[in-house]
């Protein structure tokens, strides 16, 4: 198929590692770096596959595959969530490793991007089955993870339990307690304040920067939600409790619509542990619906590739807040920015998230726990001035906000892996 833009053919405009390693290489040549230093950060140093043997309720045993991708380690150990989805595939994996070195280069944290992904349906199987699942991943991939090599955290379809299971697997092996392996844990387990919430809590700090630059009143604002596990449920909750409308919210099955405002705090009761709720409705519109809903802010939070270009042109929102990885193409960034749309990019507005994995990491390395204030503050600091960057960033260079994240976070592992003569 002939391409309409150079470097990408219009088949690959959904691939998510193609469209990041283009942003990469343009956020590397306005900064003025070398094709050597592009060579080195458009794929992630290593990948490990796996197989995971689990046995099953009924006796067989059943073959996951699973993968680890750790992007860049120049700055520090790797960081990222594992996820267990049907759809997970290695290329998805590799770019999920890309935004987290970009993401922890934009908040300023010690540490380089991973990623984890095992190719699997948690909604079809037993609490048993994936704990084997989960306690197999672990062993599977132990020769490369560990507290100061690679930090794994949750993700779509993981939880605080199924960090559990990985930290008891990994210190087994290890053969003492070792709560730094891994984040997003249970606070009996050495989790931190603030961490299940801090994905939504990161989003909602930038919503209320992009609203600034936008003259919009939060109490005015109506508000579109698309997905509604982790990320998504507790920022429709604080959008919700801020005085906003919160008009639409979906999950994978469907999205439920009310102009005059949704009931979130029983939507949120309501909803089970993978953030499923519009199942128990029969009035349901489509995802694809929710996101071309009349509305101030559109923030979607569940998987890649949700804003393209086939529907840019009839997005209404006036600020698009990424709490998900990709939901927006390269394409319909453009059209978005064209249109006047203020886009906060996935690896600014989901950063909150590892911030507040870094907060328990260094907890768990100094035995020492904060309260939710002190964590609450910390994140405050740390997103408001990432948002700043990025966006004088944008405005100084002329270049649009996930270009600018891309410039901001790209800088320090470049730098890192030039002073340790690696290009
Ligand atoms: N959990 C975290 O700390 C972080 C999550 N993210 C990103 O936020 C997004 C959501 O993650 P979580 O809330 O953690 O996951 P989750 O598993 O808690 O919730 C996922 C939500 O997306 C919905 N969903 C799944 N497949 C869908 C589909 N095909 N169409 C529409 N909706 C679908 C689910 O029904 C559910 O409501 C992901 O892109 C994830 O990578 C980003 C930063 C940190
Ligand atoms: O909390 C973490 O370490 C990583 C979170 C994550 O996977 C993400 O931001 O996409």
């Known amino acids: 198929m002939a391409a309409d833009k150079p470097g990408i053919e219009n088949n690959d405009k959904l691939d998510i590692l193609k469209s990041t390693q283009i942003i990469i290489k343009n956020a590397l040549d306005k900064l003025g770096y070398s094709d050597e230093v592009y060579e080195l950060l458009k794929e992630p140093l290593r ?26 380690d120049a700055v520090g150990p790797t960081k990222g969530g594992v996820r267990f989805h049907p759809s997970v595939t290695e290329k ?3 770019a999920l490793s890309i935004w987290m070195s970009l993401k922890c280069g934009i908040v300023d944290l010690p540490y380089g991007g991973g990623k984890g992904g095992i190719i699997c349906d948690p909604r079809d199987m037993s609490f048993r089955e994936l704990e084997n699942l989960s306690r197999g991943y672990v062993r599977a991939v132990s020769q490369i993870v560990g507290p100061t090599k690679d930090i794994p955290a949750p993700d779509v379809f993981t939880n605080s339990q199924i960090m559990a299971w990985m930290m008891d697997e990994y210190s087994r ?25 801090a994905t939504a809590k990161g989003v909602t700090i930038c919503i209320y920067e992009a609203l600034k630059k936008r003259n919009i009143d939060i ?10 596990g982790n990320a998504g449920s507790f920022l429709a909750k604080f959008m919700h409790d801020a005085g906003a409308k919160v008009i639409g919210i979906s999950d994978a099955y469907g999205a439920l619509f009310d102009p005059n405002g949704l009931d979130i705090d029983y939507l949120l009761d309501r909803r ?64 978005l920015t064209d249109r006047g749309i203020l886009l906060v990019p996935d690896v600014l507005a989901s950063a909150g998230g590892v911030t507040v994995s870094y907060f328990e990491w260094v907890q768990n390395n100094q035995g020492y726990y904060w309260s939710e204030e002190e964590v609450e503050e ?21 270049v649009d906000m996930r ?11 470049a730098e890192a892996s030039r002073f340790r003569g690696w290009i």
């Open 47 to 72: 990948i490990m596959t796996v197989r995971i043997p689990v046995r099953m309720d009924n006796g067989s045993i059943k073959i996951f595959t699973g993968y680890r991708a750790q992007h860049n």
């Open 403 to 413: 270009l600018a994240a891309y410039m901001v976070g790209v800088r320090k592992m």
């Open 378 to 398: 910390k994140l405050q600091k740390v997103m408001v001035k990432a948002f700043n960057n990025v966006y004088e960033t944008a405005q100084t260079r002329k």
């Open 272 to 335: 089970d542990s993978f953030g499923t709720v519009t199942k128990l409705f029969k009035n349901k519109i489509t995802n694809k619906d929710l996101l071309e809903l009349d509305c101030d802010i559109l923030v979607p939070a569940a998987i890649e590739n949700q804003i393209t270009e086939e529907n840019a042109n009839k997005i209404k929102a006036k600020v698009i807040v990424e709490a998900a990885n990709g939901p927006t193409t390269l394409e319909a960034t453009k059209i």
């Open 173 to 197: 092996m290890d053969e003492f307690n070792n709560p730094g392996f891994i984040t997003g844990k249970p606070l009996v387990l050495g989790g931190s304040h603030g961490r299940e919430s």
């Open 219 to 228: 109490k005015d604002a109506k508000v579109v939600v698309q997905g509604f």
């Open 92 to 94: 998805e994996v590799k």
